[in-house]
Structures are given as C-alpha cells and as structure tokens.
C-alpha cells in the first residue's frame, strides 16, 4: 500500500448500539485513508410488504448514514461517502470492495464480554466470509476493542514463506502511523530444537530488517506451555502484556500460526482480541 490516495471501506450497522465507538478510532482513519466509503446494508428490506413502511426506513437510515459521514468530514477532514445497498451484506461489502476500488475494509465483529480467550463461539459469518474472501487486508474490531491510537503494532511469524510479505506490510503500517513493531514467534516443543533456532535466528533478521527503515522494533520468542492448540491464546496475552494497539495476521496458508483460511485459531484471534486484528491474505505464495 502506498501513502497516498488511499481510501477505506468502513462497514457499518446503524442499528449496533456501539457504533459511536468508532468515533474514537478517527485518529487512525488520518493515517489510513483520504478517502472513505461508509457502507450500511440493508438485509430484511424485502420483507416489509408496505411500500410506505420501507420508504420511511430508508429515508431515516439515510438521514442517520449522512449524519455519522458528516461527523466523521467535519472530525477528520477526509472525503467521506456514505453509501447505502440492499442484499446479503457479506457479498455487498465485498462488491462494493471491488467496486470502489479500495485498500482496506474496516468492520465490527460481535463478541461474548464474558469470554476471555477461549473458542467458545465463531465469529459470525458475515465477518468470516469478508475476511476469506477479501482482496484488501480487512481490520476488525469485536464489541470489547477499546480502540485509540495505533502505537504499537504486534507481528506474529512463523517459518512459512508469506513472512517477508507480512513484514513488509507491517513496514508500511507502522510508517504510517510512527509507530513500534513488536515481533513475536512461538514454538510448543522443547524436542523440537532446530525449530526454536530457526525461529530465533529469523526474529533476530526481521528485527534487524524493521530497524534498518528507522522504526523501532523488538523480537521475543515465547513458549506455548499448552502447546499449539494454546497458540491464539497466547499470543493474545502477550499482545495483552506488550499493550499492543493492533495485531497484524495472515489468513491464509499461514498454517503453523494460524489455521489454513478461516480456522479455529484465526477466528479465535478474531473474536477476543482487546485491540483490532488486521487480516491480510498473501499477494502471491511464492516468496
């Protein structure tokens, strides 16, 4: 992603009770964006059988889509388009994705507040389709994010071959927002001493690789005490001890981090992370 005409896709349900939240994240759209499509979906429209009924929920919908862009035009000073479309919302976020040609989708996701990372749920499918199915990397956010500033940006690796892609993207990022990068990798087997070498010897290039753009960076391999199954959570509550304002993951072929397209492991990541997730899928598998 380059640092100019960059432009954004912010999903949005205008029946969610904490969507005034996102107010607080305008401070990140500055560095993200220079343009914005704010998009609601209507889903149920067709089910209203009185023509008037729909023409007086369309027209308050509108009025309060035009509102919230206008909130964010007056706050942030970027050019704001709010945009309204009927069928699944899933689909109609990625078409309109595709259509407006945009870098980035941004959307909330729902999450049990009393869930403290465990798998207990998926994240709901609309979510999960959009994330897989996206072009652009997707940033989330569930209903217990308390979103503000993005100063650090937490960066899992593994061994697979997307790494040098997921790093240089993290670059980009963290330029943009002058923010720290905290690299992390986690190993499961102390039988498995060659792996825990080669991932320590990795960090120590990545490091070295981040610094060298001018941005401070630290590494830290960790052990997942319950083993690979453990691993969302525990990368969850490093990103929890480091303060990290944003986790960055692959969705795709990433499989020893996280769990080939949309698995258990992503999702879980996903769902319970107290700061967003940004998801993005490998331009090309053969780094």
């Given at each position: 992603?380059?640092?100019?005409?960059?432009?954004?896709?912010?999903?949005?349900?205008?029946?969610?009770?904490?969507?005034?939240?996102?107010?607080?994240?305008?401070?990140?759209?500055?560095?993200?964006?220079?343009?914005?499509?704010?998009?609601?979906?209507?889903?149920?429209?067709?089910r209203i059988s009185s023509e008037e009924e729909?023409?007086?929920?369309?027209?308050?919908k509108d009025n309060q889509l035009s509102a919230f862009a206008q909130d964010i035009r007056e706050k942030t000073g970027l050019d704001i388009r709010p945009v309204m479309q009927k069928g699944r919302a899933a689909e109609e976020i990625l078409k309109a994705a595709e259509s407006y040609n945009v870098d980035m989708i941004a959307m909330s996701t729902?999450?049990?507040?009393?869930?403290?990372?465990?798998?207990?749920?998926?994240?709901?499918?609309?979510?999960?389709?959009?994330?897989r199915e996206s072009?652009?990397?997707?940033?989330?956010?569930?209903?217990?994010?308390?979103?503000?500033?993005?100063?650090?940006?937490?960066?899992?690796?593994?061994?697979?071959?997307?790494?040098?892609?997921?790093?240089?993207?993290?670059?980009?990022?963290?330029?943009?927002?002058?923010?720290?990068?905290?690299v992390v990798s986690v190993y499961w087997s102390k039988h498995l001493e060659d792996i825990r070498m080669m991932l320590k010897q990795q960090l120590e290039q990545v490091k070295s690789f981040i610094e060298e753009d001018g941005i401070e960076c630290?590494?830290?391999?960790?052990?997942?005490?319950?083993?690979?199954?453990?691993?969302?959570?525990?990368?969850?509550?490093?990103?929890?001890?480091?303060?990290?304002?944003l986790i960055m993951i692959m969705t795709q072929q990433e499989t020893r981090l996280v769990e080939f397209f949309m698995g258990s492991a992503a999702q879980t990541i996903i769902r319970l992370s107290r700061v967003p997730v940004l998801s993005i899928i490998p331009k090309e598998p053969g780094y």
């Open positions: 992603m380059s640092n100019s005409n960059q432009s954004v896709l912010i999903a949005v349900d205008l029946d969610d009770k904490t969507l005034w939240r996102l107010s607080r994240s305008y401070d990140n759209l500055t560095h993200l964006a220079d343009k914005v499509i704010i998009l609601y979906v209507f889903e149920n429209l067709n729909r023409n007086k929920i369309v027209f308050d729902h999450t049990q507040p009393e869930d403290d990372h465990t798998e207990k749920h998926q994240i709901g499918g609309i979510t999960n389709k959009v994330v072009k652009v990397p997707v940033f989330t956010f569930n209903s217990n994010v308390k979103l503000k500033k993005i100063n650090k940006i937490l960066l899992p690796l593994d061994l697979t071959v997307e790494t040098k892609q997921k790093v240089t993207n993290a670059i980009d990022l963290a330029q943009r927002f002058e923010a720290s990068i905290h630290s590494a830290e391999l960790i052990e997942s005490e319950a083993g690979e199954k453990d691993l969302p959570s525990t990368i969850l509550k490093f990103a929890d001890s480091i303060e990290a304002d």
